[in-house]
Structure formats: C-alpha cells, structure tokens
T-cell receptor
Framework: GAVVSQHPSRVICKSGTSVKIECRSL??????MFWYRQFPKKSLMLMAT?????????EQGVEKDKFLINHASLTLSTLTVTSAHPEDSSFYIC???????????FGPGTRLTVL | AQSVTQPDIHITVSEGASLELRCNYS??????LFWYVQSPGQGLQLLLK??????LVQGIKGFEAEFKRSQSSFNLRKPSVHWSDAAEYFC????????????FGTGTSLTVIP
C-alpha cells in the first residue's frame, strides 16, 4: 500500500520555540493532506485540511496563526507549531489522500513534547 | 452532524476468545467505513474498510466487520484473539459531502489476558 512518512517521529522543544513537522507521501501524489491531533487516551481530532497550492482549511477552534500549514507540493505538507507551549504537547498525525477516491493513508505520527 | 460512537471504552478478553468491538455512526447516507488499529506511540494501521457491496468485509490479521444499514453499525470481530491484538481500535467514517473528511470514534482499548 501507499506510504506516508512523518519527520521527526519525536521532538522535544523549549517553550516559545517553533517546531516544524513534515508529512510526505512517498509513492503517490497527494492532492489533499489532513493534520490531526491526538491527546492521550483520546481520539484523533482533525485540525486542518490542506490542498496542494492553496491555503489550508482549519477546523473550528484551531488557531491558524499558531498551527501553520503549508502544502507546497503534491508529496509534502508541513505543520509548524509556532511559539510552542506545554499545552501544545501532543501526538500529531497526518494523512494523505491519493487521487484515487476513497483512499487515505496515515503517517506514523509525531510526538511533540514542549518543556 | 456526523458522528461515530464506540460505546466500549475498554474491553478485556482472554487470549483465544472471540472479540466484537462495536461502532455506530450517524449519517444520512451510506458512508465509507473504516477500522484502524493503533499500538502505543504508533500511527494508525488500516484493518479493513467498507465502501459498497458485500456487507461482510475481511481485513488483515484475521479481523472482519459487518455493515448493518438498519442499525447504522459496523462492528469489528475476530474469532480468536491473540495477545498481539492488544491495542487501541478506532472506527472511522469518511464523508464525501464534507470533502472526504474522516470522523473518528473515541476508540476502544483492548486488553488481552493470557
């Protein structure tokens, strides 16, 4: 099946710094990528939907200025957590939708810890 | 609004016993339905999916799920659980009307005792 990678898998940063997480579709072109956040023992919450070459669509309650999403190519989307704070600590998962309808593939996730 | 309900937060079964994880969805039409498994600290692995056709779908690792339109359910089953099946299981619905967005259930944590 199609593979989606995320980098880094784990990151620890100091409060106030910015962190960039990459999501790549390795063997297919992804016109749409999704970013999710998962709190401990909780389900995945969709943060935003990004389409290649256009601005991301954020879910209600997600700060677009804090969680910057760029989908510059058909194989890469990035999520930048700006001025990170401890409450931003979470597991971030991306998914990429192939041009084949109905197929969406998830990355392995990135564990962010903000000290 | 679309929603996915997994009534069981946590289930404990003995190794070798059968398993059924419940999932109910709320949506006006037949959605695309998925079951994912997540091991601790890992991403999601697709177990199986239903788009149309035969309402009993087979997945990986010996899992199967049955779509029942009348009950708006998509329960996951396995006849004999292995210790390695211990994980978090998520039911998800994909809705075309909302740009193919996924809606996830709250998950069911499975513990397998020897």
């Amino acid at each position: 099946g199609a593979v989606v990678s995320q980098h880094p898998s784990r990151v620890i940063c100091k409060s106030g710094t910015s962190v960039k997480i990459e999501c790549r579709s390795l063997d297919f072109q992804a016109t749409t990528m999704f970013w999710y956040r998962q709190f401990p023992k909780k389900s995945l919450m969709l943060m935003a939907t990004s389409n290649e070459g256009s601005k991301a669509t954020y879910e209600q309650g997600v700060e677009k200025d804090k969680f910057l999403i760029n989908h510059a190519s058909l194989t890469l989307s990035t999520l930048t957590v700006t001025s990170a704070h401890p409450e931003d600590s979470s597991f971030y998962i991306c998914s990429a939708r192939a041009q084949v309808v109905g197929e969406q593939f998830f990355g392995p996730g990135t564990r962010l810890t903000v000290l | 609004a679309q929603s996915v309900t997994q009534p069981d937060i946590h289930i404990t079964v003995s190794e070798g016993a059968s398993l059924e994880l419940r999932c109910n969805y709320s949506y006006g039409a037949t959605p695309y339905l998925f079951w994912y498994v997540q091991s601790p600290g890992q991403g999601l692995q697709l177990l199986l999916k239903y788009f149309s056709g035969d309402t009993l779908v087979q997945g990986i690792k010996g899992f199967e799920a049955e779509f029942k339109r009348s009950q708006s359910s998509f329960n996951l089953r396995k006849p004999s659980v292995h210790w390695s099946d211990a994980a978090e299981y998520f039911c998800a619905v994909r809705v075309e009307r909302t740009g193919n967005q996924f809606y996830f259930g709250t998950g069911t944590s499975l513990t397998v005792i020897p």
